[in-house]
Nanobody
């Protein structure tokens, strides 16, 4: 059974930083592309960042490009999201997800993800 468990969320002031982690189990981690998504109250879940199976390729939403960095450690079965220069509009529940899709090196489409974590809340205050 696949489990994805996010951690590292919390309350931070605007301009601050947080590092999210997602620990995976029950799957061959290096065989899965990984992604981070977020959902703010009253809004649809949206793509944030994704990383290829090897970690060599990444993709970011325009809204976070230059501020967020996705990385992975296949030896630890963990994917990370380093978030810097946080803004009020970054407030959301952040989800990690895993995809076995081979159609693209980096998968950015929600519908192509097979497994999801339970989410971790990130709140940015002024």
């Amino acid at each position: 059974q696949v489990h994805l468990v996010e951690s590292g969320g919390g309350l931070v002031q605007a301009g601050g930083s947080l590092r999210l982690s997602c620990a995976a189990s029950g799957l061959i981690f290096s065989s899965y592309g990984m992604g981070w998504f977020r959902q703010a109250p009253g809004k649809e879940r949206e793509f944030v960042a994704a990383i290829s199976r090897s970690g060599g390729r990444t993709s970011y939403a325009d809204s976070v490009k230059g501020r967020f960095t996705i990385s992975r450690d296949n030896a630890k079965n963990t994917v990370y999201l380093q978030m810097n220069s946080l803004k009020l509009e970054d407030t959301a529940v952040y989800y990690c997800a895993a995809t076995v899709s081979r159609q693209r090196i980096v998968v950015v489409t929600i519908g192509e993800y097979d497994y999801w974590g339970q989410g971790t809340q990130v709140t940015v205050s002024s």
